[in-house]
């Protein structure tokens, strides 16, 4: 039987934004989920969860108090922060120097904070289309992230997303055939852009060591708890036990009106798929 270690992600606790004061100061604009994260970690942890992931602006929140507060949180709670995810535009070069500050901040606090993995999303999509040129782009911006976080002891993944140049499965082979940076497969995102998660798991099974598992419901669109919805992800816990997959998965839900029974309804369906395996 597989046992994979099961971390779960806090942006179910509240509304996703970022910060409004990096629309005139890139290097300040971070995700954010506008909630408790403690007692998110809570939750998380009564859900029978070992492990938590949270955004780069919740995580920076704590630089304030040397991380004291998050840190407690942890303790209390036997979690641990296993990934701090981040994003950039990363195609416009006059400001991605700005964009890797705020990603090897978020790196030096995963790293004080004991987590494992980087996690990054992005590639905008331009309002009067996308260059072939971007991709290029893209590539460069990624490989400085895994130089960021190489010197700092942790594993750097992308995590192709909606509405980003990177969402179809022709467009993840096209970035990944220039840059090499590891994979973590969101398997709703990767469903919703018309993939087959599992099968691009297989395809791309020497770049995975950090997964999203999330469910996706076609109409109305929707993200659900894991292992309902339109989303195949029995299928991908297969897939990853066909490849040999020893890492963490992270089970995450953008919104849901009862967080803490979300967490646990995913964590439930990949027990009963890991104990099939």
């Known amino acids: 039987m597989a046992r994979w270690r099961l971390a779960y992600h806090a942006n179910c606790w509240g509304p996703l934004g970022g910060d409004a004061v990096g629309v005139t100061s890139i290097s300040r604009l971070g995700y954010r989920t506008f909630g408790d994260m403690a007692a998110a970690a809570r939750d998380i942890a009564d859900a029978g969860y070992e492990g938590i992931e949270l955004f780069d602006g919740n995580v920076l929140d704590g630089e304030a108090d040397g991380f004291s507060a998050l840190r407690r949180t942890l303790t209390d709670t036997g979690l641990s922060l296993v990934a701090v995810y981040s994003g950039a535009n990363f195609i416009f ?12 901040r978020a790196a030096d606090a995963a790293r004080a904070l004991g987590a494992e993995h980087l996690v990054v999303g992005g590639g905008a999509r331009r309002f009067d289309g996308t260059r072939d040129a971007d991709y290029d782009a893209l590539a460069a911006g990624l490989d400085r992230v895994v130089e960021i976080a190489r010197a700092r002891g942790l594993a750097a993944h992308y995590h192709p997303h909606l509405s ?13 055939a220039r840059t090499g940076i590891g994979f973590c497969p969101d398997t709703a995102h990767l469903a919703a852009a018309g993939g087959d998660p599992a099968a691009l798991v297989r395809e791309h099974a020497d ?44 089970n995450e839900l953008d919104a849901w009106p009862d967080p803490a029974e979300g967490a646990r309804q995913s964590r439930a369906f990949v027990d009963g798929e890991m104990a099939a395996l």
Request: charged letters at 25%; glycine letters at 8%; one cysteine or more.
């Open 164 to 176: 980003t140049i990177v969402e179809t499965p022709e467009e993840a082979r096209r970035i990944f």
């Open 207 to 250: 770049r995975i060591s950090y997964v999203h598992l999330k469910g996706w419901r076609r109409q109305p669109f929707a993200f659900t708890p894991v292992g309902t919805g339109d989303c195949d992800n029995a299928a991908v816990i297969r897939a990853l036990g066909e490849i040999g997959y020893a890492g963490w998965i992270c």
């Open 93 to 104: 070069p006059d400001v991605l120097p700005e964009e890797l500050h705020r990603i090897a």
